[in-house]
């Protein structure tokens, strides 16, 4: 049975990326040499092609699994931390993530320190 599960995959594989060459030929013969004026590209040189883009723009890394549970495991430690050590933590990430500090540089706007984002908050708008 899992012998099986493991040819499936490999077959999905193989013919995802059978397909994808051809689409990226197509796709590349089509409108590259009508838009740019470049030359025709061959099956081999689009799974290349394929390839190097992905490698450049998204990586190999594992989908799926360790972004979903990201929050989860911040807020477990969130709620672990002492006062001062919660106060260290925003005062590092304040730094990184622009004025408003917290999460995304709006953590102020959903909790304690409501009154020091407004400060930042009107500091940046002064600046602007």
Do not use: D
């Not at 995802?16 to 009508?34: F, K, Q, R, S, T």
């Not at 061959?42 to 998204?58: C, D, E, H």
């Amino acid at each position: 049975m899992r012998a099986f599960k493991i040819v499936k995959v490999v077959l999905i594989v193989i013919v995802a990326a059978v397909v994808l060459g051809l689409v990226v030929e197509h796709l590349w013969n089509w409108l590259m040499p009508a838009i740019f004026g470049l030359r025709t590209i061959g099956y081999w040189q689009a799974v290349g092609l394929l390839l190097l883009s992905k490698i450049l723009l998204g990586g190999f890394h594992k989908h799926g699994g360790g972004g979903r549970h990201w929050r989860a495991k911040m807020e477990e430690k969130w709620a672990q931390m002492s006062p001062e050590e919660r106060e260290k933590f925003r005062a590092g990430m304040k730094g990184r993530c622009g004025f408003g500090g917290g999460w995304g540089g709006r953590g102020w706007q959903r909790g304690g320190w409501a009154e020091q984002g407004k400060e930042e908050t009107q500091r940046e708008v002064e600046r602007s």
